[in-house]
């Protein structure tokens, strides 16, 4: 019996045994089976499943350029670059929230309960803790050895000269965009290219050497550019034009200083300005705006000289001309009169016209376009002396973000007073213009008239510091003819002697010309303010020939006096004895 | 008087000896191939813990060689537990049931006592001092031991078949258990590991048909139970249904094994070149190993693996089938079905087929205390292939199984 028993226990225990082991056997074949599925059929769906997590495509930033301008006879950057250091989390694989932000608070500052809130998020694998680490911030991130914490590097721009030509300048956001100024104008060449890395990487981003799939692509860096800026005379300018906003109790003020001899711009500065390495705290976007491009205002009586230049190109008035002046013209029903002190009808000549700044007689003149009437003629040769020859409505192609074109009344009749508009076209009302288009057009007038392409890019500098400066581009030649060009300089000498300039200039030694301008402001639903006017003035400064053409704007100066006379003309003299004493200019050879 | 009290003690001794002793035969050479699988299988598990060393202490901030020292320090406890466990005779294990389920039930006190590492929460790892171990792999190995000896008692007592005798007390255990460990513990794998053990243990000793369906049924219910209460579980029953959709979430861990086993392909990436092992795949040492050798050896790889695993197992199987004796042949039934069903689970997690457990790979799982009760496990089936008929019975004739093979043996020789 017992016997029997451990027989059969045995037996039965055998088979049950194999029935198990079967079983067993079974599970295994199923196991093989899925295995040929996942790892040979599913095969590319899970290669590409693989590298979606685990190739990583890096941008590797080109740096940008550095930007540089001219100090004295060498060059200095005023634009450079800091790197930084972005730190972000990846909340997959940061396990202990808590303890991590408590870690990072003595690094980086800020508050744990921000990070814990940010390192819980669940629905993101990036998340930005922190900006603008140091170097020595982000080593001792790295020292922490936390998984999922990463920094990313980044370039920040830095200006040397702090605020110095902000908005010439303009900055970089965030994302390395320029933005404004010369970083918008000329982004492409400063970005670069960014180069491209794609690797397998490990969970942390951190490639791993030596795989097939990686790709490395270098990236082209950004070149440096060389501005015309003459940071000195920059530095003077923008002093000199923030005295003035604050004496004249002015909005705002743009100067421009240009050398007629190839277009380049010198120095140009607005007021106010700001703190490019704080732009971000900008809270009035207008700011960022280089008015002097941006900005076109009604530009007044710094029109007439090029009106006169205009006429007596067109040979239809001779400088020495004289003329009746009614001292009141009646154009399309609406009487076009001067000021006072102007006193009343008389004979004029072409001087007196500049010098007393006379509406009638810029308006004769445009008469004298149409054979001695404001008509089709007339205005189609004056709207073509404005903006083929003197580019004004249309922009010059300065390396300047926004550059507004400014308006220029089309010639066709409208039946809504074209006579009267173009007959104030003639004294700089009815048109709007920039600092830097009347800059150009003076420019063209007093070199003997050749437009040159306003500029403040002189060239690159290239890897090797070597200089490759662009050739000044000419826009247009015979913009006045020579004979023209020369006849305007004295008529506008005689402006500037006949004016009250304090100290007075050294007329045996420098030549120093100029007009002013007190321009109405037009109201936004039509008609002008009868309390608010712009001070303008233009003039030039050299010895034997015109070296720098100054252009002031002052926007609403409340300090009394006609605007132009009382708020732009001191300005103008004050930059023109400052490019004197500091010998800017040179002065006649006798 | 001495003397007297000396002989009854003697006796009483012998008695106790005659009652439980083991129907072995003489010993015999053991199985070497055994322990040539074993080496095989525990030399893929340091190569491979060994080639993602750099990987290891890129994603944990550790020296490359850190899981590869801890591993062979774990290798020499092994063989230490190993010599123990094949030297100590079996019928001294056959009695020492009750003092190692004290120590088990010890170690299991210690772990829910102890206070835990806020990594792990749940209480599943002693810890003393430098010295920490898994409290279920002790357990497994006492009941193991314990299920051996109380069944094969039943047997030779024919009340293997007895409700009250049998059942009730391995269904008390299967409760405790179910109620420490998956429970408590949170260890739903190791719970998996030890019912599947034994119930299997109870099948191969003669348990009727009915009784071992009853048992599963109940094992089933209480799953759904454990399951449904839950919600990591739920979680983690989710996760195992659809794991590509909640891949950065939940399935995080199985989507990364999917794709590890994946991108293995054919032959594999090669040795070292493993880039889930870079902190992709988390446990990439321990209970993802699996995944990791098949990203590295491809499918090719993987089914040499499984042929290994399957080997090893046939020569338990093997074993078991040739032993005369109840008690050794549950005791390698058991050691069988647990390393099969844990290998099984855990590789089944990694293609997929199965919701993750957390229980390592036996043999090439990095991790100490796994290794150690896995190698005391084989020096017992060591010490039993001893006493292994040269033949299995016929047991369609239905002779005497011991007395043929003796006979045999008695011929050859």
Request: net charge positive; hydrophobic share 45%.
């Amino acid at each position: 019996m017992q016997n029997t028993n451990i027989v059969n226990s045995t037996a039965q225990a055998v088979k049950r045994v194999r029935l198990w082991y079967g079983l067993l056997l079974v599970v295994v074949a199923i196991f093989g089976v899925r295995l040929f599925y996942v790892q040979i059929i599913r095969y590319d769906h899970y290669k590409v499943a693989a590298l979606s997590d685990q190739l990583k495509q890096y941008e590797i930033p080109a740096s940008r350029g550095n930007i540089q301008a001219h100090n004295g006879a060498s060059t200095l950057p005023i634009v450079l670059n800091q790197q930084l250091f972005t730190l972000y989390g990846d909340p997959v694989y940061i396990k202990k929230p808590q303890e991590v932000a408590d870690k990072i608070v003595p690094i980086i500052g800020g508050n744990a309960a921000q990070y814990l809130k940010q390192l819980k998020q669940k629905d993101t694998r990036y998340v930005i803790l922190g900006k603008k680490l140091t170097n020595e911030q982000q080593k001792k991130i790295a020292a922490l050895k936390v998984p999922g914490l990463g920094t990313q590097a980044q370039n920040y721009r830095t200006y040397p000269q702090n605020s110095l030509a902000a908005q010439v300048l303009g900055f970089v956001n965030d994302e390395g965009a320029g933005k404004y100024g010369i970083e918008q104008a000329l982004n492409a060449e400063l970005k670069g290219k960014p180069g491209l890395l794609k690797a397998i990487t490990d969970v942390n981003g951190v490639p791993l050497a030596a795989s097939k799939d990686n790709i490395q692509q270098a990236p082209v860096e950004g070149k440096d550019v060389l501005l015309t800026l003459d940071l000195a005379m920059q530095q003077q300018t923008e002093s000199v034009l923030a005295d003035a906003v604050k004496s004249t109790r002015a909005s705002g003020a743009s100067a421009v200083i240009l050398d007629p001899r190839d277009g380049s711009i010198k120095a140009m500065a607005n007021v106010p300005t700001y703190d490019p390495s704080k732009y971000f705290n900008v809270e009035d976007g207008k700011l960022f705006g280089n008015a002097a491009v941006s900005e076109p205002i009604e530009i007044g009586s710094i029109m007439k000289p090029l009106t006169t230049a205009a006429a007596i190109d067109q040979g239809v008035i001779a400088p020495s001309t004289s003329y009746y002046d009614p001292a009141s013209w009646l154009v399309d029903g609406f009487r076009i009169t001067n000021i006072e002190e102007d006193g009343g009808a008389g004979t004029r000549n072409i001087a007196d016209v500049l010098n007393l700044s006379l509406n009638t007689g810029a308006t004769w003149e445009l008469m004298q376009m149409g054979s001695g009437k404001i008509n089709a003629k007339a205005r189609e040769a004056w709207h073509s002396y404005m903006v083929d020859h003197y580019y004004f409505g249309r922009t010059t192609g300065v390396e300047q973000g926004f550059e507004a074109e400014g308006y220029v009344p089309p010639p066709a009749d409208n039946d809504a007073g074209i006579n009267l508009t173009y007959a104030n076209t003639t004294f700089g009302q009815a048109m709007t213009a920039t600092p830097v288009q009347v800059a150009a057009a003076y420019a063209s007038m007093v070199n003997g008239g050749t437009m040159y392409k306003p500029h403040i890019l002189e060239g690159t500098i290239d890897g090797a510091g070597k200089k490759i400066v662009n050739k000044p581009k000419v826009l247009k030649q015979g913009v006045v003819s020579p004979k023209t060009s020369a006849a305007m300089l004295p008529l506008m000498q005689n402006v500037v002697a006949k004016h009250h300039f304090n100290p007075d200039f050294d007329y045996t030694a420098y030549t120093v010309g100029g007009k002013t301008g007190t321009a109405q402001i037009a109201k936004p639903g039509g008609g002008y303010y009868a309390d608010k006017f712009n001070g303008t003035y233009a003039g030039f400064v050299g010895g034997d020939e015109a070296q720098y053409v100054i252009v002031v704007f002052v926007d609403k100066p409340t300090n009394g006096g006609y605007a132009g006379t009382a708020a732009a003309q001191p300005v103008f003299g004050k930059l023109a004895h400052m490019l004197i004493n500091d010998s800017y200019v040179m002065p006649k050879k006798q | 008087m001495m003397r007297t009290e000396m002989r009854s003690t003697h006796r009483t001794q012998s008695r106790v000896a005659v009652s439980s002793a083991l129907t072995l035969g003489r010993k015999h050479r053991s199985d070497y191939w055994l322990l040539i699988l074993c080496a095989i299988l525990l030399s893929t598990g340091l190569i491979l813990v060994y080639a993602i060393g750099p990987a290891l202490s890129a994603a944990h901030h550790v020296s490359s060689g850190f899981y590869l020292h801890k591993q062979l320090i774990a290798i020499a406890l092994s063989l230490v537990a190993f010599l123990i466990t094949s030297q100590v005779p079996l019928q001294w294990w056959k009695q020492a049931y009750k003092p190692l389920l004290i120590a088990a039930g010890l170690a299991t006190l210690l772990a829910l006592v102890l206070p835990v590492n806020p990594d792990y929460p749940a209480h599943r790892w002693v810890r003393l001092g430098s010295f920490s171990f898994q409290s279920v792999e002790v357990l497994k190995f006492a009941v193991m031991v314990w299920l051996a000896g109380f069944l094969s008692q039943r047997i030779k007592e024919s009340s293997i078949t007895d409700t009250n005798q049998t059942l009730k007390p391995i269904l008390i255990a299967l409760g405790a258990i179910g109620f420490v460990v998956a429970g408590i513990q949170s260890d739903l794998g190791s719970t998996g590991v030890m019912v599947a053990m034994m119930t299997t243990m109870a099948f191969v000793a003669g348990l009727p048909m009915k009784r071992i369906l009853l048992i599963t049924a109940i094992i089933g219910a209480g799953l759904v139970l454990a399951i449904s209460a839950t919600p990591y579980r739920r979680a983690r029953l989710q996760t195992y249904l659809h794991p590509e959709a909640n891949c950065q979430t939940t399935g995080y861990q199985a989507c990364q094994a999917l794709i590890a086993v994946g991108t293995g392909g054919i032959v594999g990436l090669g040795l070292g070149s493993s880039v889930q092992a870079y902190g992709y795949l988390p446990e990439a040492a321990n209970d993802s190993i699996f995944a990791i050798y098949a990203e590295k050896f491809g499918f090719i790889g993987s089914i040499l693996l499984l042929a290994v695993f399957v080997a090893f197992f046939a020569r338990m199987k093997s074993i078991a089938e040739r032993l005369p004796d109840d008690f050794s042949r549950l005791l390698v039934i058991g050691v069988l079905s647990w390393l099969s069903v844990q290998s099984l689970i855990n590789i089944g997690a990694m293609i997929g087929l199965l919701p993750l457990k957390g229980i390592t790979l036996p043999f090439i799982s990095y991790g100490g205390t796994s290794v150690v009760f896995v190698a005391a496990a084989i020096g017992l089936v060591f010490q039993c292939s001893q006493y292994a008929a040269y033949s299995v019975p016929r047991i369609a004739e239905g002779r005497n199984f011991r007395d043929n093979t003796l006979r045999s043996r008695a011929e050859r020789a």
